[in-house]
């Protein structure tokens, strides 16, 4: 069934987010009827637009970023629905204009509507706004009032805490929805129902099948025009604390009793509280950093991070981070997990890759030996969504010889329904209050504790070799040896 009438508030409404991302989102889910019979969406910023303009402006996002760019014919019926507001956001009186929105609404939908407040805004004014709403009337309504609040959640531990103290004394925990768009992926989400589902691949889920864990969030992309925000945040904020931290969290929970979102969140703090804590003076060992420098990517030359407009020309923001994890629990002890991520790599490409330990006794002759691998599990979030498991077999003919061959199932050529965006399953969960896929406080705590080592030390060590990788290829020589020390390599798809 359709979620309850909802009236939406997105400040930082003339912003890239909600021109890329958000209204792309709401306008696909009005196309696949997911939308409320009654809603209305406005946007909030300084911008002065009148509402024609913006929705000039937001149908040119639909037509640059939305998976269906071209599908237009109901955009009129669905912009009927938004409207602009031009405001200033640290004005106290403005917010008075929010409430009576909300009552002319209620008034016109004859019912009590969901009123969602969408953060899409800078962080540094998310507390100030945080603070406005919090006073209004209508964020009393616990079970109504929705507060939404995207990435970078805090800068470090102290101010991630502050965020949350400063949010849980205006709004209940249940009305909070901290956003990592990873948690909407399709991918993302079917890791539970692969490992949850399926009896087979439990048993071996575990430190006795399993030799070590590999995640490489790679992106070939650079700054995108985000270059102050990047400054600040460097490649361990921006993609380590949260969303790579989610998907090692997917992979190494616990089986959850239930799909309630509490249960689902508790089992993941469970695996970021056994993360063991890497020693000030042991980083170098777990966490590699790297930086790129001028280069050329796809035939288009790229200048180097420290040449970028608005970047510090010795800076030491980190654009590549490696790092090797323990989780010190039953399941895990010594498995580790090596993750990666960094900008301007040489291609897209996000996977999660189990290499299963050798099967313990090799009987076959001794010419088969060359081919002889273990067995890989490999999950490709993107832009590939497939899932694959390499074993050996038989080589055709009349030796016995091996081969390593791939059992591939591939969600394009299974399904012919289209997977929704990220955004469009997120939105959808706060209109139906489901915060299953969202951050807890807690979490997101948790997570700044497992890399606030490294942070410290990367902080009070500045890096000597920056820039040290080369824009399209993977990124410094070290990270190569973080994992060829342990005896193995990083892990590409062919
Ligand atoms: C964002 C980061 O959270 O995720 C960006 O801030 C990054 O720097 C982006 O490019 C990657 O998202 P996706 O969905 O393209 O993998």
């Known amino acids: ?53 913006y929705k000039a402006h937001l149908l040119e996002g639909i037509h640059k970023f939305s998976r269906r760019k071209n599908h237009i014919e109901h955009w009129n019926e669905f912009s009927e629905h938004i409207e602009y507001l031009k405001m200033d956001v640290e004005d106290d009186q403005a917010y008075q204009s929010i409430s009576k929105i909300v009552q002319d ?48 959640f805090g800068h470090d531990l102290q101010s991630a805490h502050e965020l949350n103290q400063l949010l849980q004394s205006m709004f209940d925990e249940s009305q909070i929805y901290r956003i990592d768009h990873y948690l909407g992926k399709e991918t993302v989400q079917n890791i539970l129902a692969f490992r949850f589902a399926n009896a087979l691949f439990e048993p071996i889920w575990n430190r006795n099948y399993i030799d070590h864990i590999q995640i490489t969030a790679a992106e070939s992309v650079g700054l995108e025009g985000r270059n102050s925000y990047y400054e600040k945040a460097g490649a361990l904020r921006d993609m380590v604390q949260n969303h790579i931290l989610q998907l090692l969290c997917m992979i190494a929970m616990e089986a959850p009793v239930s799909f309630d979102a509490n249960e689902i969140r508790n089992k993941k703090v469970d695996v970021l509280n056994a993360i063991r804590k890497i020693r000030k003076e042991e980083v170098q060992d ?146 139906e209050g489901d915060a299953t896929l969202f951050m807890r406080a807690d979490q997101v705590e948790a997570a700044w504790r497992v890399i606030t080592p490294i942070l410290e030390a990367w902080q009070n060590r500045p890096p000597v070799d920056f820039p040290n990788y080369a824009p399209g290829t993977w990124g410094p020589e070290d990270a190569e040896a973080l994992i060829a020390r342990d005896g193995h390599n990083w892990i590409t798809l062919p």
């Open 1 to 53: 069934s359709k979620p309850e009438p909802a009236i939406f508030f997105i400040l930082g409404g003339s912003g890239d987010l909600t021109y890329r991302k958000l209204i792309p989102a709401l306008y696909n889910l009005f196309l696949d009827d997911w939308m409320p019979e009654q809603f209305h969406i406005i946007g909030i910023g300084r911008t002065a637009y009148s509402n024609e303009k």
């Open 105 to 152: 609404k209620e008034k016109l939908f004859g019912a009590h509507p969901n009123v969602i407040f969408y953060l899409a805004v800078a962080p540094q004014l998310v507390p100030d706004i945080a603070k406005h709403l919090g006073q209004l009337n209508i964020c009393a309504d616990q079970k109504c009032c929705r507060i939404v609040v995207e990435k970078p």
């Open 286 to 431: 777990y966490a590699v950093r790297g930086q790129y420098g001028p280069g050329w990517m796809k035939g288009q030359k790229v200048v180097g991070y420290r040449q970028e407009k608005g970047v510090n020309p010795e800076s030491p923001v980190e654009t590549f981070a490696a790092v090797k994890f323990y989780v010190d629990n039953w399941r895990w002890q010594g498995v580790p997990f090596y993750v990666r991520t960094g900008k301007y790599l040489h291609e897209k490409t996000t996977i999660i890759v189990l290499q299963f330990r050798p099967a313990p006794h090799y009987a076959f002759p001794p010419e088969a030996a060359e081919t002889w691998r273990p067995n890989r599990l490999t999950i490709s979030i993107q832009p590939n969504m497939d899932i694959r498991i390499r074993f050996q077999a038989k080589r055709p003919g009349q030796k016995m010889t091996l081969s390593p061959v791939d059992m591939v199932f591939n969600y394009e050529e299974a399904y012919e329904d289209h997977s929704p965006e990220a955004y469009e399953t997120l939105l959808l969960d706060i209109m």
